[in-house]
């Protein structure tokens, strides 16, 4: 992600999406949650930070690769201790026809519905046994960071990009000598609801 290869994930405040079609039934691709996850990927993101690795995937709890039980690698999107966490409950929940996956909690959504997620918490589309496409846009929001010369620019490509510290395709950015990019970034994982006016309050309490 930087140049210093020190954060290797995208810092966003939060994913919305939109159903442009009904989505009630279980089953038909609907975005998958890890519900309530999110403080322990702070945590995550936290203990890389302290450790002074990496933040992000390759860094400390978190390979890039993994291997399955198959002996295949796989693309590892989870830190190894959420992974744990939805192991274990997989092997406590119990599956059914439509929603093989009781680890997951399904975003049951109408036409013209949304959904707002903090970034920290772990999301995954699902196949879709229905007959029908699942037709939903997603952005990826984050809140303006003051100092930040490029925000709202056409290069970054606010919304639709995973890496907004950089340009859309991949490029580095030009920043003001008073505005580090990558270490706010870091920042704001370590604290997730730094950006939410009010949730501060709220988590407090």
Same mark, same amino acid.
């Given at each position: 992600?930087?140049?210093?290869? *020190?954060?290797?994930?995208?810092?966003?405040?939060? =994913?919305?999406?939109? !159903?442009? +079609?009904?989505?009630?039934?279980?089953?038909?691709?609907?975005?998958?949650?890890?519900?309530?996850?999110?403080? %322990?990927?702070?945590?995550?993101?936290?203990?890389?930070?302290? !450790?002074?690795?990496?933040?992000?995937?390759?860094?400390?709890? $978190?390979?890039?690769?993994?291997?399955?039980?198959?002996?295949?690698?796989?693309? +590892?999107?989870?830190? %190894?201790?959420?992974?744990?966490?939805?192991?274990?409950?997989?092997?406590?929940? @119990?599956? *059914?026809? +439509? $929603?093989?996956?009781? @680890? =997951? *909690?399904?975003?049951?959504?109408? !036409?013209? #519905? !949304?959904?707002?997620?903090?970034?920290?918490?772990? &999301?995954?589309p699902t196949p879709n046994f229905g007959p029908n496409p699942r037709m939903n846009i997603y952005f990826r929001i984050r809140r303006?960071? @003051?100092? +930040?010369?490029?925000?709202? *620019?056409?290069?970054?490509? &606010?919304?639709?990009?995973? &890496?907004?510290?950089?340009? /859309?395709?991949?490029?580095?950015?030009? /920043?003001? #000598? %008073?505005?580090?990019?990558?270490?706010?970034?870091? %920042?704001?994982?370590?604290?997730?609801?730094?950006?939410?006016?009010?949730?501060?309050?709220?988590?407090?309490?």
């Amino acid at each position: 992600m930087n140049p210093e290869r *020190t954060l290797s994930y995208g810092s966003y405040t939060a =994913l919305v999406g939109v !159903a442009l +079609n009904d989505q009630h039934e279980p089953g038909n691709g609907q975005l998958g949650v890890l519900k309530g996850t999110h403080k %322990d990927v702070e945590n995550c993101f936290k203990a890389q930070r302290d !450790a002074g690795g990496i933040v992000g995937p390759e860094g400390p709890g $978190w390979p890039r690769i993994g291997i399955g039980k198959s002996g295949k690698p796989y693309t +590892n999107g989870l830190p %190894d201790d959420i992974r744990k966490i939805a192991e274990q409950r997989a092997e406590d929940g @119990e599956p *059914t026809e +439509n $929603w093989p996956w009781p @680890e =997951l *909690t399904p975003v049951l959504l109408g !036409a013209g #519905d !949304a959904v707002i997620a903090l970034h920290s918490c772990p &999301h995954t589309p699902t196949p879709n046994f229905g007959p029908n496409p699942r037709m939903n846009i997603y952005f990826r929001i984050r809140r303006l960071r @003051e100092g +930040n010369s490029n925000e709202g *620019t056409r290069r970054v490509a &606010h919304g639709v990009s995973d &890496h907004p510290d950089r340009g /859309y395709f991949g490029q580095f950015l030009e /920043y003001p #000598d %008073d505005y580090d990019p990558w270490s706010t970034s870091i %920042d704001k994982l370590c604290d997730h609801w730094s950006e939410w006016d009010g949730m501060q309050s709220l988590t407090r309490s």
